[in-house]
């Protein structure tokens, strides 16, 4: 049995809704009813768009916090992968569009061991906090504290990261010799270290926060994409392929 379009759409747009197919879901899969049970999650993801296309700029009324990780908490308890991580990959767009707030997904990415949320919620929450790892959030810049098992992580993974970018100011990303250069070593190699490690050193560079490692690295490809010299310097096979390397 299948949703028709207009029941899809009256379901999308009342999450009140969705809340009754998790209700369900949760219910028969308890009591074993597994028809109902396999109707109830066929029907979430029919609702979700699982799987989906990326979210649109105006994501549906439920993309919240409360009913994200309660899709997660039912797709968890009746075993089905597909629907949590095609939610995971949607919380993770809305966090980095802004539209969600990093920190309600940290707890559910720690509860259920999901690598992805918690790589992307825990980064984004810790570029968000001051010097004293207090979340920043809203017009008025409230500060929201952080538990101290969830501070410890984010206090780790600040050093973690520095330490992470001090490598990667050291040496260039390695990039594999493309067909025709024969002055790879010495020329390409050489060249491109050391244009790296002179950019990393500009005015653009200096400004960022230490432990925002993807910031940098975005800046790294904008200055790097700009340098004259470094396109004339490497064949352009090396060239595409060093700034293949950034991503």
Same mark, same amino acid.
């Given at each position: ?136 959030? %809203?017009?008025?810049? &409230?500060? =929201? ?5 969830? +501070?410890?992580? !984010?206090?780790? #993974? ?59 690295? %975005?800046?790294?490809? &904008?200055? =790097? ?5 470094? +396109?004339?310097? !490497?064949?352009? #096979? ?10």
């Amino acid at each position: 049995m299948r949703l028709r379009p207009a029941e899809l759409h009256s379901i999308r747009s009342d999450a009140a809704n969705i809340d009754r197919l998790l209700t369900i879901a949760q219910m028969t899969n308890k009591y074993h009813f597994v028809t109902t049970a396999s109707w109830a999650i066929s029907a979430l993801c029919q609702v979700t768009e699982c799987p989906t296309e990326p979210c649109r700029a105006l994501p549906p009324a439920w993309c919240s916090a409360p009913i994200l990780r309660r899709i997660i908490e039912v797709a968890q308890l009746c075993g089905h992968e597909m629907l949590c991580d095609h939610i995971v990959e949607k919380w993770v767009e809305l966090i980095i569009a802004g539209r969600a707030t990093p920190v309600d997904a940290m707890g559910v990415a720690d509860e259920y061991g999901l690598a992805r949320l918690k790589g992307v919620s825990y980064y984004r929450t810790l570029m968000a906090c001051d010097e004293n790892l207090e979340y920043e959030y %809203g017009p008025r810049e &409230e500060k =929201l504290t952080i538990p101290p098992a969830q +501070r410890a992580r !984010l206090l780790s #993974g600040f050093f973690s990261l520095v330490r992470r970018w001090e490598r990667l100011r050291e040496t260039a990303p390695a990039f594999t010799k493309a067909d025709g250069c024969t002055y790879h070593a010495h020329g390409c190699l050489s060249t491109w270290q050391d244009i790296w490690k002179s950019t990393t050193k500009s005015d653009a560079m200096v400004h960022l926060r230490a432990m925002d490692v993807l910031g940098r690295l %975005g800046t790294m490809q &904008e200055l =790097l994409d700009a340098n004259r010299d470094l +396109r004339c310097a !490497l064949t352009p #096979g090396c060239w595409r392929a060093a700034m293949g390397s950034l991503k």
